[in-house]
């Protein structure tokens, strides 16, 4: 196990397996208190998409602070084996699902349910991150009616976008990570 781990709640402390290889990027350890103290009480009984899931340690830390239900999605298969291993490792695996599927294509499909939050931490340099909010501002039923997207990308990937069916309300820095918050627009 590497040094990731579960900053708070029910399973504070739990230490996570890595992906093996360097196939992911973990979130650090300072991003994802920052993002989760953004967060704050509102993540009591929400529902959380982590996409591009990695660890899962963004889907198990909202979990773990009271989150009801988060739904991981990766398409390797060394990360949906980690993400069932932290888990079963917290003891939070009874309010997950983990789907090995293809972000971009599943968001694609007609919703299941509504995410209040929407988790997008893609493979850097390639603009899925872009992709992926262009699926999800073609179907926005993914998202509760407050619902946020968070983007996790390096800051030189950043590219202001004027949005048709999104606006981006914040953005937060954190060394060679950027946070970017998004929502529906209210005057659609």
């Known amino acids: 196990m590497a040094g990731l781990r579960v900053n ?6 739990r230490k996570l397996y890595s992906v093996p ?9 300072r991003t994802k208190v920052s ?16 996409l591009f899931a990695g660890t899962g340690s963004v889907g198990i830390e909202a979990l773990s602070r009271g989150s009801q239900f988060c739904r991981f999605l990766d398409i390797n298969h060394q990360a949906i084996e980690t993400i069932r291993k932290n888990l079963k490792l917290t003891e939070l695996d ?15 499909m007609a919703p299941d349910r509504q ?6 931490a893609p493979p850097q340099y390639k603009d899925l991150w872009l992709k992926t909010l262009q699926v999800i501002e073609e179907h926005l039923d993914w998202l509760s009616e407050d619902g946020w997207i968070i983007v996790q990308i390096h800051p030189v990937e950043y590219k202001n976008i004027a949005w048709k069916r999104l606006v981006e309300f914040d953005q ?10 998004l929502k529906v627009a209210e005057n659609m």
């Open 8 to 13: 708070s709640g029910i399973a504070k402390g």
């Open 21 to 29: 290889g360097d196939s992911t990027r973990p979130i650090t350890d």
């Open 35 to 50: 993002l989760f103290n953004i967060l704050g009480n509102d993540l009591e009984d929400a529902t959380f998409l982590d």
């Open 94 to 108: 009874g309010k997950a699902e983990v789907l090995k599927k293809n972000a971009i294509q599943y968001l694609g």
């Open 115 to 120: 995410f209040d939050y929407i988790y997008i």
């Open 172 to 181: 937060r820095r954190y060394g060679s990570t950027l946070l970017a918050f």
